[in-house]
Each structure stands twice: as C-alpha cells, then as structure tokens.
C-alpha cells in the first residue's frame, strides 16, 4: 500500500479525498505544517516522512482573487508546485526510488472558445488562474513520474447559486467522480498530461439535476458581476481518459 502526501487538504477536493476512503495511509497536513510557498516547511516535511506519492491539490484557486491579486496567484500556484517538484527530485534522489506526483490543473489552461480541447491543444488561458496552473504544469514536466489532471469539477451537494449560464459550455465533473478518477491515475502506470471530464453540457444543465430551482440565464448576465473572463466552450475530449479507465495502457 502507498503512503500518500495530499496537499491543500483543507480544500473542497482535498476533504473530498479524506473523506472518500479511497486513500490509505494518507498524510494530511496542514498549512502550518506545510506551507508550500516556504522551501524550508517543505524541506523539514519531507525529511520527517516518507511517502510514495504525492497528491498536489494545494492552490489559490478562486479565479476572482487570481484576478485581482496575480502576485499571489503566482507565490502559491507557480512558486509553490516549483518548490514542491524541487524538494520531490532531491528526495527521489537520496533515497534512488521514483516517487509518483498527481498534479490537479485546470481545463482553464485551454483558451475556452471552440471546446474540445485535446492534450495536445495549444494552451492560451483566458484569465490569471489558468496562467498560473499553465506555469506550475511546467515544473510538474522536470519530474519521472507525473500525472497532470486538467479538469474542472464541482460538488452537488453545495451548489450556492440560483442561475447558471445556458450558453457556456464545459465537460465539468461531479467531485466524487474526479476522486476516483485520482485513485484510479494514482495507481496507473501512465505519465503525462491528461483531461479528465464528463460528458459536454451547458453550464445550466451540469447544475440543473441536482438543483431543481436552478434559473437559466446568459453568460453576459453572469459577466455583469463576475469581475472575471470566463470561457465560451471549455469542454475537453477526454479520449485518453477514457481508454485509462479501462485499465489499458496508453
């Protein structure tokens, strides 16, 4: 069985990862203990654990405060996974074994117009968040075994708001879904990037069947408060995923 290291596990999929039972010997800290934007937190943690694994869901990922403080956006998304995907390699050094490192990144790396997108796709983000999770898959690329999870997902229990666009698209996930999809990728043998998402539906119809009174509307009207670029179409072909999940190698 894998010890696992799961950062950002005071976050929506962090606790969803505790939670599912799906990971064993799993070690959780806190920011006090694991302050990713400090090299020497990550240093002492890691010389006092070990672990197999590293599950990276640590980020500033509220696309509002990227926005408007793109500084912090890049300590904590870039500057952070950097010194994490440091402190991995000299750890993978010292004790001659490879160390598996799940990275969650974003559909909002794409440039959220035509939909669609494939790993292979040109990457332009459309706002700060994306940028930022674009130059942390940079560092996550110097590491043996990697797995990037560009997706988007959300949780149907908490869904706060009482409309939703019917005119943006995106292959947006349950986040149950992307926690056994991370356990699944947590034990498979492929390396690189990959999209995992469900079926492409409208904003409105992803929310509509698990809240009833859910209102439609138009992504102008959302805009008009946002305060944020948003994308147009940011659904993904999730091919590779796909095959992954039927056990076969890609």
């Known amino acids: 069985m894998k010890s696992i290291l799961l950062t950002g596990g005071t976050g929506r999929l962090g606790k969803a990862i505790i939670e599912s039972g799906c990971f064993r010997s799993l070690l959780a800290p806190s920011r006090e203990a694991l302050d990713i934007t400090k090299p020497a937190d990550i240093n002492k943690f890691f010389n006092n654990n070990d672990f197999d694994l590293i599950i ?14 793109p500084a912090k956006a890049i ?32 559909d909002g790396v794409y440039q959220g117009t035509r939909g669609n997108y494939n790993e292979n796709d040109e990457t332009i983000p459309y706002n700060i968040y994306g940028w930022t999770k674009l130059g942390a898959e940079c560092a996550i690329n110097a590491l043996s075994n990697f797995c990037i999870i560009r997706t988007s997902f959300f949780d149907p229990k908490n869904i706060k708001f009482d409309a939703s666009a019917a005119d943006s698209f995106s292959s947006r996930i349950e986040i149950g879904c992307l926690v056994e999809a991370i356990a699944k990728l947590a034990n498979h043998n492929f390396v690189g990037t990959i999209n995992v998402g469900g ?19 138009s992504q102008k009207d959302i805009l008009k408060t946002a305060g944020i670029p948003m994308a147009i179409d940011a659904s993904m072909d999730c091919g590779v995923w796909e095959t992954v999940k039927k056990n076969e190698k890609y």
């Open 56 to 69: 990276h869901c640590a980020a500033l990922a509220r696309m509002k405060e990227c926005q408007e403080n």
């Open 75 to 106: 300590q904590t998304n870039i500057t952070g996974t950097c010194n994490l995907v440091v402190e991995t390699l000299k750890k993978e050094k010292s004790l001659k074994k490879s160390i598996r490192f799940i990275h969650i990144s974003t």
């Open 199 to 217: 079926e492409k539906k409208s904003e409105y119809d992803h929310y509509k069947e698990f809240k009833p009174s859910l209102r439609s509307c």
